[in-house]
């Protein structure tokens, strides 16, 4: 039978649906982006992007385009409740997945900045002014009900319908999915302003109980201010007046009404939508969770999920996949989501205290773990953190070699390629699909590999060499050697295995070749299927 060839609907044009519909458009998947609002947003949001985001927007070839909005940063600097320096959190491993660990942005600068690139490819309709008012799955997609500015409503026939329509996303409400988790009172000012001069390339977190703060200096002169409210300063969802704009940010600057460039007052929740799918309906981002700002987490998690579910609606549009593979996305983002929505709660309490009990405490915790060099680990390289690994959806555990991999996300550290022998970023090399790394296998075990997974054209083999050793090309296979000693010691565990890598980087099994058959079942029943080449229906 001939595969649709509807288009994927993405509802909302903030940073998650941006990526998103650049993901699926350098997959060759067309797309209809609509967004309720006339153009992208100027409102303060989110200010800082992590590695593992960059790393995502590389796969759509726009990580270089971005990092000339960003400020490359040193992770944050957290200060006790008298405003002297606590610890500088940097994250771990400089460069482990190609780039610096967070960096500050302005999010209208990346929004015109992914909205252009959708404007320069094949296959995507952007349309603004444009909302989504019914939608109905059918029985070979979905059938949404389109209003736009005229105020006339339209019918689409489309394949999937993605809500990355935010905190009061349609999409969840027409669907009527509900969000568990609780609703907090705190209200915080947040000012965005240039003519600033804090130069750092870190955020600033100022544990004062009498007034907890937030600075991120930002490129060009700008500078984020955000600050706890005290009881009859200011209303959630209201503007702040610039007397107490001004009085706040004093300590730090002189300011002028011209030199705010947005500003509101805001509160937040901590929740996360009881299901993300429904039937042909998807949610991402804040449709499905939304958190806390203290972690930094809140976009940079709507990115995860918008790199999870990209490749695999795309596998499934292309017919490179059976409709099942899309079962793993919320299996595999949920436990993560869920995990930074409560430590972002819970960082908020501690770093963003007004109980001065509670702040002394803090500061006596905090320097005592940094008497010792597991709590400076500790507290430097963010280990308190939670780390996304998937327990479920697209994982195999098989006990063989280095199961710390298994559903980690994999590093990307440079390696060689012959014949140039040029250094290259990892990404670079394994494509787009998924990729099988043989870490010192011989050529039978290779043969056995390959007889006993699914022959597809979206699955790159790649032979990898450890040590100081030269890679060894192959007619069938990409072949890439240590450049800095990083792969090996990404891979070292791994040696004589096989790491089967999925799309969006995260490991889904490390196996021996005599597991491979093992491996390729669960492939299988996850519905990664040979590739067949797609039929255009009229």
Same mark, same amino acid.
């Given at each position: 039978?001939?595969? *649709?060839?509807?288009?994927?609907?993405?509802?909302?044009?903030?940073?998650?649906?941006? /990526?998103?519909?650049?993901?699926?458009?350098?997959?060759?998947? *067309?797309?209809?982006?609509?967004?309720?609002?006339?153009?992208?947003?100027?409102?303060?949001?989110?200010?800082?992007?992590?590695?593992?985001?960059?790393?995502?927007?590389?796969?759509?070839?726009?990580?270089? =385009?971005?990092?000339?909005?960003?400020?490359?940063?040193?992770?944050?600097?957290?200060?006790?409740?008298?405003?002297?320096?606590?610890?500088? =959190?940097?994250?771990?491993?400089?460069?482990?997945?190609?780039?610096?660990?967070?960096?500050?942005?302005?999010?209208?600068?990346?929004?015109?900045?992914?909205?252009?690139?959708?404007?320069?490819? !094949?296959?995507?309709?952007?349309?603004?002014?444009?909302?989504?008012?019914?939608?109905?799955?059918?029985? !070979?997609?979905?059938?949404?009900?389109?209003?736009? =500015?005229?105020?006339?409503? /339209? !019918?689409? &026939?489309?394949?999937?319908?993605?809500? +990355?329509?935010?905190?009061?996303?349609?999409?969840?409400?027409?669907?009527?999915?509900?969000?568990?988790?609780?609703?907090?009172?705190?209200?915080?000012?947040?000012?965005? /302003?240039?003519?600033?001069?804090?130069?750092?390339?870190?955020?600033?977190?100022?544990?004062?109980?009498?007034?907890?703060?937030?600075?991120?200096?930002?490129?060009?002169?700008? +500078?984020?201010?955000?600050?706890?409210?005290?009881?009859?300063?200011?209303?959630?969802?209201?503007?702040?007046?610039?007397?107490?704009?001004? &009085?706040?940010?004093?300590?730090? &600057?002189?300011?002028?009404?011209?030199?705010?460039?947005?500003?509101?007052?805001?509160?937040?929740?901590?929740?996360?939508?009881?299901?993300?799918?429904?039937?042909? +309906?998807?949610?991402?981002?804040?449709?499905?969770?939304?958190?806390? *700002?203290?972690?930094?987490?809140?976009?940079?998690?709507?990115?995860?999920?918008?790199?999870?579910?990209?490749?695999?609606?795309?596998?499934?549009?292309?017919?490179?996949?059976?409709?099942?593979?899309?079962?793993?996305?919320?299996?595999?983002?949920?436990?993560?989501?869920?995990?930074?929505?409560?430590?972002?709660?819970?960082?908020?309490?501690?770093?963003?205290?007004?109980? *001065?009990?509670?702040?002394?405490?803090?500061?006596?915790?905090?320097?005592?773990?940094?008497?010792?060099?597991?709590?400076?680990?500790?507290?430097?390289?963010?280990?308190?953190?939670?780390?996304?690994v998937h327990a479920a959806g697209l994982v195999v555990r098989t006990g063989s070699g280095d199961e710390r991999l298994t559903g980690a996300q994999f590093p990307q550290p440079?390696?060689?390629?012959?014949?140039?022998?040029?250094?290259?970023?990892?990404?670079?090399?394994?494509?787009?699909?998924?990729?099988?790394?043989?870490?010192?296998?011989?050529?039978?075990?290779?043969?056995?590999?390959?007889?006993?997974?699914?022959?597809?054209?979206?699955? /790159?083999?790649?032979?990898?060499?450890?040590?100081?050793?030269?890679?060894?090309?192959?007619?069938?296979?990409?072949?890439?050697?240590?450049?800095?000693?990083?792969?090996?010691?990404?891979?070292?565990?791994? &040696?004589?295995?096989?790491?089967?890598?999925?799309?969006?980087?995260?490991?889904?099994?490390?196996?021996?070749?005599?597991?491979?058959?093992?491996?390729?079942?669960?492939?299988?029943?996850?519905?990664?299927?040979?590739?067949?080449?797609?039929?255009?229906?009229?």
């Amino acid at each position: 039978m001939p595969l *649709p060839v509807l288009p994927v609907l993405i509802v909302g044009a903030g940073p998650v649906g941006l /990526t998103m519909a650049n993901l699926l458009a350098a997959r060759d998947v *067309p797309v209809v982006l609509v967004e309720r609002n006339a153009t992208t947003s100027d409102e303060a949001k989110a200010i800082s992007l992590d590695d593992e985001s960059l790393r995502t927007l590389q796969a759509a070839g726009l990580a270089e =385009a971005v990092l000339g909005i960003v400020v490359p940063g040193t992770g944050t600097r957290y200060y006790d409740r008298k405003g002297r320096p606590l610890f500088h =959190a940097r994250g771990p491993e400089p460069y482990r997945l190609g780039y610096t660990f967070k960096n500050q942005f302005a999010q209208p600068e990346l929004e015109r900045l992914l909205l252009q690139s959708l404007k320069e490819r !094949d296959g995507v309709d952007v349309r603004f002014a444009t909302e989504l008012v019914a939608v109905a799955d059918t029985a !070979d997609g979905a059938l949404a009900h389109l209003r736009g =500015a005229d105020g006339d409503v /339209t !019918d689409l &026939r489309v394949s999937w319908v993605l809500g +990355c329509d935010g905190g009061r996303s349609t999409v969840r409400e027409l669907r009527r999915i509900d969000m568990t988790g609780t609703s907090h009172r705190d209200v915080w000012l947040v000012a965005d /302003t240039v003519g600033d001069d804090h130069d750092e390339r870190y955020g600033m977190h100022l544990g004062r109980p009498d007034r907890p703060t937030v600075i991120v200096p930002g490129r060009d002169g700008r +500078c984020r201010y955000e600050f706890r409210l005290r009881p009859g300063e200011g209303a959630g969802g209201t503007r702040p007046d610039f007397a107490t704009i001004q &009085r706040l940010v004093a300590p730090y &600057r002189d300011i002028t009404p011209d030199q705010v460039e947005r500003c509101t007052n805001y509160t937040f929740n901590a929740v996360v939508a009881d299901r993300w799918r429904d039937g042909r +309906c998807f949610l991402l981002g804040d449709a499905a969770h939304m958190m806390p *700002p203290f972690a930094g987490q809140g976009l940079n998690s709507g990115v995860r999920d918008a790199a999870n579910l990209a490749w695999k609606l795309a596998e499934v549009w292309h017919g490179r996949a059976a409709a099942s593979l899309l079962d793993t996305y919320e299996p595999e983002r949920r436990p993560h989501a869920t995990a930074m929505v409560a430590f972002s709660e819970r960082l908020g309490r501690v770093v963003m205290t007004v109980d *001065p009990m509670r702040g002394r405490l803090r500061d006596a915790a905090v320097r005592t773990l940094l008497l010792t060099p597991w709590g400076r680990r500790y507290l430097a390289e963010m280990r308190f953190r939670p780390r996304a690994v998937h327990a479920a959806g697209l994982v195999v555990r098989t006990g063989s070699g280095d199961e710390r991999l298994t559903g980690a996300q994999f590093p990307q550290p440079r390696v060689l390629v012959p014949p140039s022998l040029h250094p290259r970023l990892l990404d670079d090399v394994l494509g787009t699909g998924l990729a099988l790394l043989g870490v010192d296998v011989g050529a039978a075990d290779w043969e056995r590999a390959a007889a006993a997974l699914p022959a597809s054209a979206h699955l /790159t083999h790649v032979d990898v060499r450890l040590g100081e050793r030269l890679p060894r090309p192959h007619a069938s296979r990409q072949a890439v050697a240590d450049a800095d000693g990083r792969l090996e010691a990404a891979l070292a565990g791994a &040696r004589g295995r096989f790491v089967l890598v999925k799309p969006d980087r995260y490991v889904a099994a490390v196996f021996a070749a005599a597991d491979a058959a093992r491996v390729g079942t669960v492939l299988g029943r996850h519905g990664v299927a040979p590739s067949r080449p797609r039929e255009e229906t009229a």
